[in-house]
């Protein structure tokens, strides 16, 4: 019980953290397909934390306690009529869920098309029709984008009475598509929407994007914009992609980013070496921007007005207080983001847990963690409880196991429990595994590891799982050891 409420809290912590950024500029990492695929350049949408969907293309304020939503922009959503935008609750759009606290732990293609076929007939159902909204449309790329890419949220603050009256003059336009890959493309779209709010925030960076708007260029500029207006309380939020069987999506790119650091294009330009170093110079010179740098610098509002405050006490003189304010600023980043120290216990931590499951025949070898994620594709299907929240069913040898697949049901009754500690076992390998800049919020990584200490400490280390018989699932708990 402990340990849910733990949760509980942390994901309050987190939404309630967030919604203090009112409006945030969305930058999607590239997942290779359509232009993405020789542009590298991402997506771009936009979060509202006073605007929820009345329907899919229709705006309302939100009620007391409602998420925000996620306004996206695409070519063609395949719906029954040729929409510029659709709208969909912030945890829908991240995580394919209604609520937050039913977000998945890890990330698999069957999970996914479950989702997205769950929000097809449940929330869109008004703008499919009975028939529309092929699985090739995207529709689907407003529905659990962080299963398959990392997501940078570049907020700020808004009054109501700003929000009130985007909603008004946005409601009233036509929402009729008028998609262009040229010259309104999504990230247009999301320029339009900012400059709204803000008049002149986001601009085009034609110099580095060869005449086109990239989700990059309105990004920086939108950076630039807000860090000059404290008022603001401009912070960067990351969504980092889930764990799982998706490769990892790449960083968004300009134009003249992608000639020097992308493969294709680099052997290409590699026989223009005068193309070649007047694209890498001109990036170099004018349209350098790392999110992550961004992300460590501002991750929260705090960090934000600490960051004001030291260069206020740096300006007069105050040598001491800047000092003071610089340590806690340090201390506010490591909360959020975490440091080496707190990362090389955890991987220590890691091991610990690694070599007690394998004492317990839960796996054999550290390398069986590395099949799980294919185990579940072949073996596994994705349900729903009555909350919504995801399950995952396995049946083998007739016998049928399910896992929960969320924080709040991964240790609930009736939720396998070597299964569950095989899965957050694989889990934390991915996270240590993966680059420094793509791990997951901290406080998330702490859970993580406190959810596999309740795990192996009173069900597993003191011997009360009962071990079936070895099959694809080998060293997984039967019924009689789903206690705790």
């Not at 939108?222 to 000059?228: G, L």
Request: hydrophobic share 40%; glycine share 8%; net charge neutral.
């Amino acid at each position: 019980m402990r340990i849910g409420l733990f949760s509980v809290f942390i994901l309050l912590l987190a939404l309630c953290s967030f919604a203090e950024a009112d409006v945030g500029l969305m930058l999607d990492g590239s997942v290779g397909v359509g232009m993405s695929e020789l542009t590298g350049a991402g997506h771009a949408s936009i979060y509202l934390s006073r605007a929820c969907p009345e329907t899919p293309v229709k705006l309302r304020t939100c009620a007391p306690g409602e998420q925000g939503s996620v306004i996206s922009n695409y070519e063609d959503f395949g719906e029954r009529a040729a929409y510029d935008w659709n709208v969909v609750p912030l945890s829908v759009f991240l995580y394919g869920v209604e609520d937050a606290r039913q977000r998945p732990l890890i990330a698999t293609l069957e999970m996914l098309k479950a989702l997205r076929e769950r929000q097809r007939v449940t929330r869109l159902r008004g703008v499919c029709g009975e028939t529309g909204c092929p699985d090739t449309a995207h529709w689907r790329d407003q529905i659990g984008e962080a299963l398959i890419r990392e997501i940078y949220v570049f907020a700020v603050s808004t009054t109501p009475q700003q929000d009130e009256a985007f909603i008004e003059k946005f409601n009233a336009r036509a929402n009729l598509n008028r998609y262009n890959g040229f010259t309104r493309n999504c990230a247009d779209f999301a320029r339009e929407v900012m400059n709204l709010y803000f008049p002149g925030s986001t601009h085009a960076d034609y110099l580095n994007d060869f005449f086109i708007t990239s989700p990059k260029a309105i990004s920086r500029s939108f950076t630039h914009y807000s860090v000059e207006r404290p008022a603001l309380d401009f912070h960067v939020v990351r969504y980092a992609q889930l764990p799982g069987a998706f490769r990892h999506s790449d960083d968004p790119r300009h134009g003249t980013e992608v000639s020097f650091r992308s493969a294709r294009w680099l052997l290409l330009l590699l026989t223009r070496p005068h193309e070649l170093t007047l694209f890498a110079a001109t990036y170099a010179v004018t349209g350098r921007f790392n999110p992550y740098h961004e992300l460590q610098r501002r991750p929260s509002i705090i960090a934000g007005n600490l960051i004001e405050q030291r260069d206020a006490a740096r300006r007069r003189g105050d040598h001491k207080a800047a000092h003071e304010v610089t340590a806690q600023l340090k201390a506010e980043r490591v909360r959020l983001l975490g440091d080496d120290a707190g990362w090389d216990a955890y991987r220590a931590r890691f091991q610990e847990l690694l070599r007690s499951a394998i004492a317990d025949g839960v796996i054999e070898r550290h390398e069986d963690l590395h099949r799980f994620l294919s185990e579940v594709a072949a073996f596994g299907h994705t349900t729903f409880d009555a909350q919504g929240s995801p399950w995952l069913e396995i049946t083998e040898r007739g016998a049928a196991h399910r896992i929960g697949l969320t924080r709040g049901t991964v240790l609930a009754a009736g939720s396998d429990r070597a299964l569950a500690s095989r899965l957050l076992l694989t889990r934390m390998d991915a996270v240590l595994h993966q680059k420094k800049k793509y791990r997951e919020p901290w406080e998330q990584t702490v859970e993580d590891q406190q959810m596999a200490d309740a795990l192996f400490g009173p069900a597993i280390q003191n011997g009360s799982a009962d071990v079936a018989e070895a099959g694809p699932w080998q060293g997984h708990v039967a019924a009689a050891g789903n206690r705790h």
